[in-house]
């Protein structure tokens, strides 16, 4: 596996590459959710470049770009375990040269959930995906259904842009105990982490109530809050919306999601349910 960290290189190995290319762009700290993200591009692609980088311009500054967690080492081993051809690991000066052209999200689907509360974000994530996806030129890229917003901008962008390259979401990951996997789930104590689980024991209520057949979002949302009222959990949202992130009244098979986000202890977390 190559191990690359200018981008000088990583032009020169991509132009060596003939055959298709999938690309995991990550924060590192991998966890059993990038692991499924990476299987997937190698089932699907000739290559796979998984990028490492913890980028600031997605951070708040009150959020937690210095204490985010890092283990190159043994993020780097778990790709070469994995298959994976090329691993990009950019230094922050190697990315961004100060005053840049950046893109703003779309009005209506960035500013509102996690674009409410962290209204910068995903200026950030844009900046820094396109510079990758330029960079990269892959096929396909692959990205966590776990951050939804995420995703549905991603593909915005991609039309927005006349981008020729394919998002692909992939599945939520969950631990044992039903915690849907993520780099800050370490953050959490295991009290914490307990209180933590009412997010996808809601999210398997929800389910549940849909499979019995109610569709009515307002009834949905009441039951929601219902699991959501614990101690030690602070709500921030949970919502049911369309794919543009409207709100809706009622759900409607392969058009709806359910989005949850909430703080335990100093932990935002985000989980969901793609309807
Ligand atoms: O989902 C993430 O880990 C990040 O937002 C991404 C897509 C790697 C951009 O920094």
Sequence with gaps: MKVIST?????EYRLCLTQSVGFVPTMGALHKGHQSLIKQSIQDNAHTIVSIFVNPTQFGANEDFDAYPRDLEKDITLCEQSGVDAVFIPS???MYCGDEITLNPPKKMGYVLEGFDRPTHFAGVLQVVLKL?????PH???FGQKDAQQVLILQKMISDLFLPIVIVPCPIVRDDDGLAF??????LSPKEREIALRIPQTIQRVRTYIAQGITQVSQLESLAFKELSYDGLMLFYATFRNHQLEYITHIEQGKSIFLIAAKVGKTRLIDNLWI
Aim: hydrophobic share 35%; net charge positive.
């Design 7 to 11: 981008i000088k290189e990583m032009r």
């Design 92 to 94: 922050v000066e190697e």
């Design 133 to 137: 996806f330029s960079l990269i030129q």
């Design 140 to 142: 396909r890229a692959y």
């Design 182 to 187: 993520s780099s800050r789930n370490i953050y």
